[in-house]
């Protein structure tokens, strides 16, 4: 030790080269040494360029415009498409809109509804930028995930926030997803930073405006119908009546299935019955130990006069599952059950837990409105709200999404609407932006969501895949197009027809009456 | 922890700093730097001193303290290699100067702690230059011989080295290639060699080029390098004052490169302190070719920051006139030296003290560890050494090797075998240290004259003893040589030296069996002395007579001038009779023999052993004849620096001095102050001093 010390005191310290050599040595090894130790003891919480997983959580919040996928594979393609896209875009040229999904979403429901969602958006962005005529400003799509159930949303709100400014000049969100409360809270705090939203499947009264008057969230435009236009529509197709109605409903309940349920309560003012309600796990995409309620449900149910042939169901689709799954095994099978449903019932389709048996009782049929169907305009007769050949311009994007340049995007489903009502969503906010800036400059933040009221009009609506989108004066969407599609026993959705909340589809100006 | 020499930490010590560390800015044995003294000017240390001082030990150890931690040379100005040029080497192309100047840069080049070799260009440009000058195209293999080593100067080593042998070889190739066949040598060898350094594809090229333009500078020259050279060339050759110009560029060259070495941002954060050249015997032709340049080129402001340390034999010269003159304790902690405008007055020469009766103590027990050393012995080797670093260390050697085999005495020990080396057989000591204190010749000659006590009385040995062609002028020429060799003079004796005396008188003792010798040379003196009618003649005579063994004499004289004699002169004259030496008789396989069975009776006699056999003359006082012979024999015994002195007889000493100051009331403080200062200076080894005669006698008369 003392030689040691002999040494570094004579042979180091004294030689002057030596001891600055030593010294830097020294201080880049101590450096080094707290920064390794920094970051030993600082987790790494940072999943990929703006997503971070927050504390006591494993999930990946954040806005993210890299060709990270969150984790599921199944999203790589598109990711990568999208990426591609806005690599593509010369900086200033472009305005950023965010698609607002649980990304990280565990169950397959959703996370194949999040897929269609995110290929919708991305053809939409694709097509804008694309446009023969090169309008501008370009559109880039960054990808902003609140977490599976939303928990997150402040995160990455706050991050969305932060985008509007610098290069990222983040100028809509769309998407949003279910009509969650934290969802509702997200759309809150997004619209009252001025940041225009466009629901894609946001279909809860209270997540919109014009609520008794009042526009809680400015700047918000939905583009599926409200529950009140599904329940309205649904009623005007299956002439439903407080007779042979009866109503089961989810007791705890969120925005979309309260509305729902309030639009049902509506149409069976007057019922025989008392409405049943069932209480689901806190997590509706969790099974829980409903199915018991729904057994006893069914028990009720056969009870009934013969003259009760229509159910309405108020609930998540999880618990529908259960419950057309339980109405399989009714005891009173020789009884005909008709489920009518709001548009949760387009997860039905494809969905492996649906129960054989009961998607093949020829006693028992599911009909539901959907957001949109592929096969609406080609097949219903309608010659206003909508028409085939708007939905063909999609059908041939996705013709050519299979390889470059526009895909590929993974496996393509159009059953359960979301793709196509997200490609709508993603349209009206690029007509909203460039209608706030005609001259193809960056239109201002404020601008974009002061468009909504005037997207009506033969020339100013947008012709969706989906129908018509003309939105009234506190940006709902006027009059549109419910397809109702009932559930095959290939568990497909065949489209039935199209129903239209105010009994007919509107005229060619598809202008909102007073 | 000691490391070092005895006696020298004014030179090596670091807290408080001494000289070395003030001078050279580093830590003898650490690697430690530490402010300087003189940071600007330096003074050029002269260490002065006779022979058996230690100069050399000195700069041995100053050459270990500083090896490898700066660059440091050590050079002998009377090593053989100075001495002549090699075979085949024409005188004209070779001196002294310049072979020292290559010994002392190959040894400056050696790498030291944090810093690679030190190159010297200029050095090697000008003495490749002046070899130039004894080259023919007929001895290639001697040229490039001489070449080789010169260019190995400018090896700087580092990673390059084995590109620097290629470097070196390829100029070698290409100077001899340039020889032609009749024409002038030198020229060509100069302008291959300019060339050779500005291609700058040698280590370290940039250092190259500045170095090959050094040369224009010289007189005469007109900023060409090249005729620089050939005029630095020609003045050597021309001898005399020329190439004593000459050698002062030469000189000038080393210490430019060795700046050069020290030059720069980066070259200082390699290096700590100064470089250190000790030149030991600087008063050879060598040694002074290197100073006086160096003082002269300080002297007239052409500083460099080289430590000078320089041993010189003797105690003046003639180059160092106006020298400062300090003692090594005076500049233990500054030197106070000032530089005046001679260049003489740049030189600070420092006298060698000898070692302390400390100092002995430490160097003895150091030695002689683990061995039962008698107590007085210590001090008794620096009474009888005078502190003489040499004497001190040769005589605890043959204690360490001959106390085991039971010698007693210094006497003893001095006689006895000693082995310098462990390999060496052995000699005896006081042989070992007159071949070194006397190197050179007549020691036969100052074996006599060491018994003479002035130039008369050398000059009558002279005439007796030695052969005619000695003679006077022979007595004068080692009188001189004495003096120049540093060796202090006394008044009443020859050689002034006791030390030197002692052994001188020693060798004469045993020069042959039967000491007829010894007989014969006192005898001479005893005879120049009694027809003498110089007043203290009688006390030479007396002292010779005690030296033959016989005291009656000496006792007859003092009993009989006790009474009518100044105390003073009286004890003076007491202590010099007694401080005859004391041989005894011995066969010539050193054994003892003769009347006394051949063993020392003095204590004996001191302490009243013998009185009853002694028959005083009937006409005296028998008391004071017995008082004063046993006084005599306790200041003779007591005084004696071959032998350790008694304890019991100095308590009789004590004794008898009371008693004869009770018969002299004249005297009486005087006699009292000697009987108390006498046995215990006695037994501490120091001279006797006469009361009241405080300075004069205190080395002289013993």
Known sequence: ?514 | MHRGLHGRGALFDTDPPGLALRLVGLRPYQLRSSPYEHPKELPFVVFAGGRGLGKSAVLRELRDAYRGHTPVALIDGEERQFAGPPAERPAESWSPVGQALTTIAEQLAEPVTGAGRIGFPRLTSGLLAVAAGGWSDRDVPRIRQEAERILLLNETGSWLSGFAGRWVSKVVSKLIASLSGTGPVIAPIIEATLEAFAEGIGPAPRRLRRAATWYRDYPNAGGNPKLGLILLSSHFRAGGDSRTHAERYLVRALLADLDDAYAGVMQRSHRLGRPVVLIDNVQERAGLGLMEPVLRDRADGIADHVVFFAALRGYTHGALRNASRRTLPEVARHTGWEPGTSPSSRALLVALPPLTPDDTLHLVGGVSQGLAVPPQLPHATHRLSGGSPLGVTLLAESARQNLPQGAKSLGELLTSDVAVHEDNDGRPTYQELLDRLVPGGRLDELTVLAAAHDRDSACVLAEVQLSDDFGASGVLALEERLTEEGWTSAAGQFVGDPFLRALLLLRLHHDDPDHARWRSVHRTLIDHYGDGDQPDSARYRLHHELALGKPDLAVAHLRDTFPRTDTGSWLSSLVFIASAPYYHAHDPDGRDFGGHGGHDDRAAVALGRTDAAQQPPDSVDAVLHLRVRRLLHAVWQLTDPLVLPDPKVSDRLRFELEQLSNLRPAGNPLLWRASREWPSDALAGHPLRIPGDDDDNANGDL
């Open chain 1, 1 to 514: 030790m003392a030689r040691l010390w002999t040494w570094l005191r004579e042979d180091v310290w004294e030689i002057r080269f030596r001891r600055y050599v030593a010294l830097t040595l020294a201080a880049v090894l101590a450096g080094l040494g707290v920064w390794g130790g920094m970051t030993a003891t600082k987790e790494n919480r940072s999943c990929a360029p703006g997503v971070v997983q927050p504390k006591g959580s494993d999930e990946c919040v954040g806005v993210s415009w890299t060709t990270y996928a969150f984790g599921r594979a199944q999203f790589a393609d598109t990711v990568r498409a999208i990426h591609r896209e806005n690599a593509r875009l010369a900086p200033g040229s472009y305005v950023t809109v965010a698609l607002l999904e649980p990304f990280t979403a565990t169950d397959a429901d959703n996370l194949a509804d999040v897929l269609h969602e995110l290929q919708g958006a991305y053809l939409a962005q694709y097509q804008a930028n694309h446009d023969t005529t090169g309008l501008k400003p370009k559109i880039r799509l960054v990808l902003a995930n609140p977490g599976s159930t939303g928990t997150y949303w402040q995160h990455t709100v706050d991050q969305l926030a932060g985008m509007t400014g610098g290069s990222d000049r983040l100028r809509a969100v769309t998407g949003v997803g279910l009509s969650t409360d934290n969802n509702k809270k997200a759309v809150k705090e997004l619209t009252s930073r001025g940041i225009p939203v466009i629901g894609s499947s946001i279909t809860a009264d209270d997540l919109a405006n014009g609520q008794n008057g009042k526009d809680p969230f400015p700047g918000l435009a939905p583009v599926s119908p409200t529950n009140t236009d599904e329940a309205r529509a649904l009623a005007s197709f299956a002439k439903v009546s407080a007779a042979n109605a009866f109503l089961v409903y989810d007791r705890t309940g969120d925005p979309y299935t309260r509305t729902l349920q309030a639009s049902f309560e509506k149409m069976l003012t007057g019922s025989r019955y008392e409405a049943q309600p069932f209480t689901p796990p806190a997590d509706r995409s969790k099974e829980g130990s409903t199915s018991n309620v729904f057994m006893q449900i069914t028990n009720i149910l056969c009870n009934t006069p013969t003259t009760t042939n229509t159910i309405l169901f108020a609930g998540r689709h999880t618990q529908l599952r259960q419950f057309i799954n339980m109405l399989g095994q009714r005891g009173c099978h020789d009884r005909r059950f008709t489920v009518l449903t709001g548009d949760e019932g387009s997860y039905l389709a494809g969905d492996k837990d649906l129960d054989p048996a009961a998607l093949k009782d020829p006693l028992l049929t599911v009909r539901y409105t959907s957001l949109a169907h592929p096969d609406a305009w080609l097949k219903d007769t309608a010659k206003t709200g909508g028409s085939a050949a708007d939905a063909k311009v999609l059908q041939s994007l996705l013709g050519s999404a299979g390889k470059e340049p526009v895909g590929p995007l993974g496996p393509i489903a159009l059953d359960d609407g979301q793709l196509i009502i997200a490609y709508d969503a993603m349209r009206l906010a690029v007509r909203g932006i460039r209608g706030a800036s005609p001259t193809g400059r960056i239109p201002a933040l404020a601008d974009v969501g002061l468009q909504w009221p005037q997207v009506k009009g033969k020339e100013l609506r947008v012709n969706g895949a989906s129908g018509w989108i003309c939105l009234d004066a506190h940006g709902n969407p006027y009059d549109k197009a419910v397809p109702i599609v009932q559930l095959t026993p290939e568990s497909r959705a065949r489209f039935v027809k199209i129903a239209w909340p105010e009994g007919k589809p509107p005229a060619t100006a598809c202008l909102p009456p007073a």
